[in-house]
T-cell receptor, first 112, second 113 residues
């Protein structure tokens, strides 16, 4: 399934399916991007990052795709598991400031 | 050992009170942050310190005053608490001021009544 990360939408996927979470970022000068996972009652946890000189990066079960032309970032989770249920945030850094600007988040619900 | 630790985890207080939240990181990072997460889960930076020096101060009321006694600590003091200050406050740290991942603490849920 897919979703756009606006106003904390919810993406429901079945266990074992692939998930795609989308994010539109705001600043064309941003040169570093991160995906975070936040479980209930916990702080955001780093998943994967990508720099603007790349368009794809793979981790364990996760892939981040960056399309600078349309300022779009996506997180793909392969074989989604119940433990993947959380709120996912994209964040951008322009490189000129010491801060991450977060997107609004997407809630991923994994159904059995 | 927790990498970024905040205390307290929960804080309930009355309007008008003054309170502090403490943060410590044992990662040896140079940069520390305070973020605020509202009821809609929106995360926004408040302050950033690099080597004890304030480098980012977003449009935060001056009732909020961060203090960094050393590189490993960044505390947040809030004066004259208001209902709208109720939120979850996250401390974070990163190895460098830019283009590196930030490690977050578990958060402090502040409720002003």
């Amino acid at each position: 399934g897919e979703s756009v990360g606006l106003h904390l939408p919810t993406l429901s996927v079945q266990e074992g399916d692939n998930s795609i979470i989308n994010c539109a970022y705001s600043n064309s000068a941003s040169d570093y991007f991160i995906w975070y996972k936040q479980e209930s009652g916990k702080g955001p946890q780093f998943i994967i990052d990508i720099r603007s000189n790349m368009d794809k990066r793979q981790g364990q079960r996760v892939t981040v795709l960056l399309n600078k032309t349309v300022k779009h970032l996506s997180l793909q989770i392969a074989a989604t598991q119940p433990g993947d249920s959380a709120v996912y945030f994209c964040a951008e850094n322009t490189g000129t400031a010491s801060k991450l600007t977060f997107g609004t988040g997407t809630r991923l619900q994994v159904t059995l | 050992d927790t990498a970024v630790s905040q205390t307290p985890k929960y804080l309930v207080t009355q309007m008008g009170n003054d309170k502090s939240i403490k943060c410590e990181q044992n990662l040896g990072h140079d940069t520390m942050y305070w973020y605020k997460q509202d009821s809609k889960k929106f995360l926004k930076i408040m302050f950033s310190y690099n080597n004890k020096e304030l480098i980012i101060n977003e449009t935060v009321p001056n009732r909020f005053s961060p203090k960094s006694p050393d590189k490993a600590h960044l505390n947040l003091h809030i004066n004259s608490l208001e209902l709208g200050d109720s939120a979850v406050y996250f401390c974070a740290s990163s190895p460098a001021p830019k283009n590196t991942e930030a490690f977050f603490g578990q958060g402090t849920r502040l409720t002003v009544v």
